[in-house]
């Protein structure tokens, strides 16, 4: 569901953000409906590469502390027919 929000936009800003917009076939929502989804989505796969990129630098000392319990509290039996990305 969609939430409306209102900005404010010196005239000089509007007019050209309007420009941009015409130019790549936008209304002025959708082109800052775009801008706002690529910097969400630079940060988020910022991120997740620094998180991917912490967890294999640690993952020998991850793998000392929990080893392969992946299903604590699960009775004996059922974490070998679980599937290992099932967490």
């Known amino acids: 569901m969609a939430k409306q929000t209102n900005i404010r936009l010196t005239d000089d800003l509007r007019a050209a953000a309007e420009d941009r917009a015409a130019r790549r076939g936008l209304s002025l ?50 974490a070998q027919s679980a599937p290992r990305n099932a967490a």
Do not use: H, K
């Open 29 to 78: 929502q959708g082109y800052v409906t775009d801008l706002i989804q690529a910097d969400v989505n630079q940060s988020r796969a910022a991120f997740m590469a620094g998180a991917a990129a912490f967890l294999a630098g640690y993952a020998d000392t991850f793998d000392a502390e929990v080893g392969e319990d992946r299903y604590p509290g699960l009775p004996e039996g059922l």
